[in-house]
Nanobody
Framework: QVQVVESGGGLVQAGGSLTLSCTAS????????MSWFRQAPGKEREGVSC????????YYADSVKGRFTISRDDAKNTLYLQMNSLKPEDTAMYYC???????????????????WGQGTQVTVSS
């Protein structure tokens, strides 16, 4: 059974930084692409970022490009999302997802995923 658990969410002031972590189990972590998604109340789920196996090619949503950085530590089975210059519109529940493929593709956000975490709330105050 694949299990994904997010952590690191919280309240931060606009312009501040926050780093999210995601730990996965039940899979050979380094063999799979991993992604971050987010969903705000009343809005559709949005793909934030994807990172290929072993820290390969990455993708970012236009809304976060240049501000967020995705990374992974395969030895720790952990995925990270470093968020800088946070804006109130970044407020959302953030989810970690384990892909069923090894590499991210251009359509990564619409592809099926093997497992999803329960989410960690990020709130950015004005």
């Amino acid at each position: 059974q694949v299990q994904v658990v997010e952590s690191g969410g919280g309240l931060v002031q606009a312009g501040g930084s926050l780093t999210l972590s995601c730990t996965a189990s039940g899979l050979t972590f380094g063999n799979y692409a991993m992604s971050w998604f987010r969903q705000a109340p009343g809005k559709e789920r949005e793909g934030v970022s994807c990172i290929s196996q072993r820290g390969g090619a990455t993708y970012y949503a236009d809304s976060v490009k240049g501000r967020f950085t995705i990374s992974r530590d395969d030895a720790k089975n952990t995925l990270y999302l470093q968020m800088n210059s946070l804006k109130p519109e970044d407020t959302a529940m953030y989810y970690c997802a384990a892909a069923i493929s090894t590499y991210c593709s251009a359509s990564w956000s619409s592809r099926p995923y093997a497992a999803w975490g329960q989410g960690t709330q990020v709130t950015v105050s004005s």
